[in-house]
């Protein structure tokens, strides 16, 4: 929270443990496996469309209901991620979504905000990395583009990335290595 109070954006290097996130990884391979992972879309409504050479990776949403143990962890652990920010920051954070992604050797996702131009419900923007084995020359970082200055964020495990959906472009570099991760948003409503 420090870190997004002084430059906004926020990182933590250990908001996933590594059990948690050892079991995230088994259910996301677990989807694509299944060919439940599918290509992402961009807009909302009738703005709705796919275009790969905007973005490439594949999603799957989570489901607030889910049985699955890793997921409910994760869940509660939002739950007081978010009770924390309402409490400190006065957020207002009243819904959130997450989905799973993965991009395959070669995907990217162009610069682009995460806010729809009709609806600006998203208020912060959540990324958590799951890649072990993350390292220097794997590609795939998410760069944020501020006023003056630009972030290069490595996906690594147990990192987590937040910052305001409306506010900065950002864009994820090709991957040269398969690249997992769980996006979300936290939102008004
Ligand atoms: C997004 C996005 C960044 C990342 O899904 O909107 O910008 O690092 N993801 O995965
Ligand atoms: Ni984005």
């Known amino acids: 929270i420090a870190s997004y109070l002084n430059s906004g954006v926020g990182q933590s290097c250990d908001f996933l443990s590594s059990e948690l996130s050892d ?4 259910n996301l391979v677990g989807h694509k496996m299944k060919n439940d992972m599918k290509s ?16 490439k990776d594949k999603i799957h949403w989570l489901e607030t209901t889910t049985s699955n143990s890793s997921e409910r962890l994760f869940f509660e652990l939002i739950d007081s991620w978010i009770s924390y920010l309402n409490q400190t920051c006065y957020a207002g954070i009243m819904k959130s979504e997450f989905h799973y992604a ?9 610069k682009h905000l995460d ?3 009709k609806n600006d419900s998203r208020v912060f923007s959540m990324i958590m990395y799951l890649n072990a084995n993350w390292k220097e020359g794997d590609g795939g970082e998410l760069v944020i583009y501020k006023e003056n200055e630009t972030i290069k964020i490595p996906p690594s495990l147990g990192r987590m990335v937040f910052f305001d959906s409306g506010k900065y472009e950002h864009e994820v570099l090709p991957t040269i290595v398969s690249r997992l991760s769980i996006t979300g948003w936290l939102k008004r409503s």
């Open 40 to 55: 992402a879309g961009i807009g909302q409504n009738e703005d709705f469309h796919k275009d790969l050479t905007y973005r």
């Open 102 to 110: 993965l991009y395959e050797q070669g995907s990217f996702y162009k």
């Open 23 to 26: 079991g995230l990884v088994l």
């Open 115 to 117: 806010q729809f131009s």
